[in-house]
Nanobody, 123 residues
């Protein structure tokens, strides 16, 4: 089993940057594909980015491609989301998730979730 804890959220002006971290417990972290999702008030939870077990492949939602970068450090049991050129529409609670397969981008395919970290982008 894996437990996930997100951190790094906060308030930032449009055009600014934030780096989110997701710290995982468990000795089998490297066997999981990881992903970030987000949920804005009144909206469905949506896919943001995913990364495979080794970190060699990543996939992004169209809305964040070119601005966000997902990465992982398996030695530290941590996955990151570097967010640049932030826009007000990026405002949401961001969730880290772990799943058994890379290449799935819907929330119901992920087994473990963190509690989320708030990102607010002001105009």
């Amino acid at each position: 089993q894996v437990q996930l804890v997100e951190s790094g959220g906060g308030l930032v002006q449009a055009g600014g940057s934030l780096r989110l971290s997701c710290a995982a417990s468990g000795r089998t972290f490297s066997s999981y594909a990881m992903a970030w999702f987000r949920q804005a008030p009144g909206k469905e939870r949506e896919f943001v980015a995913a990364i495979n077990r080794s970190g060699g492949y990543a996939h992004y939602a169209d809305s964040v491609t070119g601005r966000f970068t997902i990465s992982r450090d398996n030695a530290k049991n941590t996955v990151y989301l570097q967010m640049n050129s932030l826009k007000p529409e990026d405002t949401a609670v961001y969730y880290c998730a772990a799943g058994r397969q890379y290449g799935v981008y819907t929330s119901n395919e992920y087994d473990y979730w963190g509690q989320g970290t708030q990102v607010t982008v002001s105009s």
